[in-house]
């Protein structure tokens, strides 16, 4: 399964975007999706995830009442709303999917194993 991230762009700060990350396939019933992102110079960390069956999410505490994540299931795509974003949330931002991710695992970027390309996303005045 491919996946395609898009929607990035510039926004100023406290501004949103949608991000959506698009499967070619269906996702099986283990699957989990994420979200990551990376800014320059840094290492690739972890924001969003949700479980592809039950819809159960999980989120990094920097962005946790500002992003939600979301799935349409008849479209194998993964949406991320971001709003009220901030300059810091500037990063080149990626999906992946992992398989039989247990619930302590779904921030550990290392269970991820099939990833997009990424899409940018810049907050600046």
């Known amino acids: 399964v491919q996946l395609q991230a898009s929607g990035g762009g510039l926004v100023q700060p406290g501004g949103s975007l949608r991000l959506s990350c698009v499967a070619s396939?269906?996702?099986?019933?283990?699957?989990?999706m994420g979200w990551f992102r990376q800014a320059p110079g840094k290492e690739r960390e972890f924001v969003a995830a949700?479980?592809?069956?039950?819809?159960?999410?999980t989120y990094d505490d920097s962005v946790k009442g500002r992003f939600t994540v979301s799935k349409d299931t008849a479209k194998n795509t993964m949406w991320l709303q971001m709003n009220n974003l901030e300059p810091k949330d500037t990063a080149v931002y990626y999906c992946?999917?992992?398989?039989?991710?247990?619930?302590?695992?779904?921030?550990?970027?290392?269970?991820?194993?099939?990833w997009g390309r990424g899409t940018q996303v810049t907050v600046s005045s």
């Open positions: 949700i479980k592809w069956s039950g819809g159960s999410t």
């Open positions: 992946a999917t992992g398989q039989r991710l247990i619930t302590s695992a779904l921030r550990n970027i290392r269970g991820y194993d099939n």
């Open positions: 396939g269906r996702p099986s019933v283990n699957t989990v």
